[in-house]
């Protein structure tokens, strides 16, 4: 098979694969009743729907703490793991290599263990129940993955640029924000968009260190699921989709825009 054509039925099944959950979503969402085994739902209304989003007012509410805690979250991992990235993408030192593994740990080891282990610091520290303490949790979580996509940049561009920039006179902050940042904009925003979506989909982590007192779309979302209905737990999935999809779009935009006009259509 030519390679195109191959290509081309791989991108079809990746569509398919996520397309038909997104499908069976909606029509759940939109359907009162969906007996098996009915392919499609007999009865079909988008006025249930539309009753639980318009007369919910806790649900906007868990939308913001979702989105305020998956942008502090980003925030911190990217200042964290920026210099971090950097040191061991670019640098060789004893232990390095050690390093690399030790920062693993959160993702290797169970999530609610490392969780436990978290809340009770968080309680001496007073940041028990607070969306900054919930937005450190997260930030232990998304650190790891936004780690590894930064140092992989950083072992690619290495600092040979910077290096000459330097010798031409220029002082850190300009050669980081001239240099720097336009090199590895790219992977930035690839670590940026995986800490987002970590963190605005945490649902154990948000209930042990924000101790039932910090309500976002996850935990708003699971005990339908559990209870079985389906038809409430499909919208307000539809509701957490959109907005994943919304932020993340938007992010990208506004740093796609800024990079595009300070970095390639200034004179």
Aim: aromatic share 10%; hydrophobic share 55%; net charge positive.
């Amino acid at each position: 098979m030519p390679g195109g054509k191959l290509m081309r039925l791989v991108v079809q099944c990746a569509l398919l694969v996520v397309a038909v959950p997104i499908v069976s979503l909606l029509m759940q969402a939109i359907s009162l009743q969906w007996p098996f085994p009915s392919l499609l739902p007999p009865v079909v209304s988008i006025d249930h729907a539309v009753a639980l989003l318009w007369n919910n007012p806790r649900l906007l509410g868990a939308v913001t703490a979702s989105l305020a805690i998956a942008l502090m979250t980003t925030a911190f991992t990217l200042l964290l793991a920026f210099p971090a990235a950097k040191a061991l993408g670019v640098y060789k030192f004893p232990g390095s290599e050690a390093i690399k593994l030790f920062t693993l740990l959160p993702i290797m080891v169970p999530t609610a263990t490392v969780t436990m282990g978290l809340h009770s610091a968080m309680i001496r520290t007073g940041l028990a129940g607070t969306f900054l303490g919930v937005a450190i949790v997260h930030t232990v979580f998304a650190l790891p993955y936004a780690l590894r996509i930064l140092m992989h940049v950083f072992e690619l561009v290495g600092e040979r640029h910077e290096q000459q920039a330097a010798m031409l006179g220029a002082h850190g902050g300009r050669v980081f924000c001239t240099i720097t940042l336009p090199l590895v904009m790219p992977g930035a925003l690839s670590a940026a968009t995986m800490s987002f979506i970590i963190s605005f989909s945490q649902y154990i982590t948000t209930f042990m260190i924000g101790g039932g007192r910090i309500i976002t779309l996850p935990l708003y979302l699971v005990p339908h699921v559990q209870g079985g209905e389906w038809h409430v737990a499909s919208v307000y999935s539809l509701v957490f989709v959109v907005t994943t999809l919304a932020a993340l779009t938007l992010m990208q935009y506004l740093v796609r825009r800024y990079y595009r006009e300070t970095y390639f259509l200034s004179p």
